[in-house]
Each structure stands twice: as C-alpha cells, then as structure tokens.
C-alpha cells in the first residue's frame, strides 16, 4: 500500500511542478503577501490544488501550507496525514535562483514514513519510504515513466570524495545564532566548508551525503521539514529537536518547529 501512495506523491509533485513551472518561466507570479508577510504566488496556489487533486482520493487527510487552518481538535486524531508545501522557498521561487521545491510528506503516528522532494528547475527528485530508503533521481518531465523513474533512482547517501566537513544553512534565514553554531564547530572541526541554499534542499544535501550538518536555529513551518526528514531518516540520518533533543515530531498542535540540527 505505502509503494502505491509513493506513486500517487511522486505523480503529483512532478504535475504540480510542470504547473509550476509555466509560472515560473513567465512574468505573471502575482506575488501577494500573507498574514505573517511571507510571499505567496499564484503558482503556490496552482500547485496546492494540482497536489490536492492526487492526494484526496486516497482519503487521508491533508495538512498543506496552502490550506493549514485546520484546528488541533480535529488533527489530533488522526493517525495518518499528508503534510505537503506546494512551494517551499517561494522566495528563492521569485528571485528565480531555481532553489525551490515541492514537498509531500506521509505522517503516521507523528513520524514521517513516506517523503517526496522535487526541484522542477534542477530537475532532481528525491523520494523516500521505510521499505525502499532514501533515492535520488533526475527527471525529464516532458517525457518519464514513473516505474522506470523508481527503478532508476540511486540510493542516498551517495559517495563523496571530499571530506572535508560540510555546513549547509539558509540562504534567506541564516540567524545569528546559527552563525554562533556554525562558528563552534569550527573551532571543533578545524577545516569546514559552508554551504548556503533555500528550501528544503539543505535536508536533501545531508541526506545525499554532499553535507555533514544542517542546523537551523530560525522559524521553519511543520511543511517545511516533514518530506525532507522523510527522506533523511530513510537514508540513515536525523533530524534532532534542540530543544527535547529527540526527532523531530509532526501534527503537533502548533506547527511551529522548535529549532532543529540534520547530521
């Protein structure tokens, strides 16, 4: 069964994205800002309802950044949920820096066991699940047969052969404190690298093996991390609370995250 909802959340992250991308090539992205002055565009709300389309008949529910004021007393019983951003890094989305991407998540029990991340304009699909683990693909999408699409995908981490120590961070919300961080360990490792993408690429790079560390002491959204931490689990690392210093847990009542460190 959770094979077939990997097919169903890799079909609708790739069809979102070719909407996505219609957007992104043109000169309409009708950016609005929303309550919390975070941007939204029109694209964010194409691929919200392409997504909704593949996901609702499966009958669990969903928890989208697009759709998310649904209360606690009516998530809290549900064993199972679909935790999706249709655009995760709107920011980098409007500077057309193409370090955007569209994640899906399962949730049961208030863990991630299914994850899907897609960057339409570096054409990189990660997916996990408990029985398959992490993966890594690149995708054509005006021409990709799904199956042949998961049986070619290589599995995360890769190898690398650099080993100098790897820092990925924000490059839209890179705190002081994580700068603090960032600095502690360089006085433990010696020699560290630093990495700065957008979205929810940094979990990606941990999870691929092309960074040691991702921490990230600035507000992120339960959408913003649960398919990345998916896909991280699934390939052998975690993604650490700092405050209960245990994983990272979903459909909690506020669905704000603590701060948090992927290594």
């Given at each position: ?69 649904i209360s ?93 120590y790897t ?61 990345g931490q ?34």
């Amino acid at each position: 069964m959770s094979h077939d909802l990997l097919k169903i959340a890799i079909s609708a992250a790739l069809e979102a994205a070719k909407e996505i991308l219609k957007i992104y090539h043109s000169d309409d992205f009708e950016v609005q800002l929303k309550s919390d002055d975070s941007p939204l565009t029109k694209a964010d709300l194409v691929s919200h309802q392409v997504i909704e389309s593949y996901l609702k008949p499966t009958n669990i529910p969903i928890l989208s950044e697009e759709g998310k004021d649904i209360s606690y007393d009516l998530r809290k019983d549900w064993a199972q949920l679909w935790i999706v951003d249709p655009i995760d890094g709107t920011k980098e989305f409007i500077k057309r820096n193409g370090e955007f991407t569209v994640n899906i998540a399962l949730i049961e029990n208030q863990r991630p066991i299914l994850g899907v991340v897609y960057a339409p304009v570096l054409n990189e699909l990660y997916f996990s699940s408990n029985e398959l683990g992490g993966l890594k693909v690149s995708v054509n999408l005006t021409d990709f047969d799904l199956n042949n699409l998961i049986d070619s995908a290589v599995k995360l981490p890769l190898s690398r052969e650099d080993n100098t120590y790897t820092i990925v961070a924000s490059r839209s919300h890179l705190s002081d404190e994580t700068v603090d961080f960032i600095e502690e360990l360089k006085k433990e490792k010696g020699d560290v690298h630093l990495i700065s993408k957008g979205s929810s690429l940094k979990l990606c790079l941990v999870a691929e093996g092309s960074a040691d560390c991702y921490p990230r002491f600035a507000p992120t959204m339960e959408w913003d991390t649960a398919a990345g931490q998916a896909i991280c689990e699934h390939a052998g690392f975690r993604v650490i609370d700092w405050e209960t210093k245990e994983d990272l847990l979903y459909n909690r009542p506020k669905l704000l995250n603590n701060w948090f460190v992927v290594n």
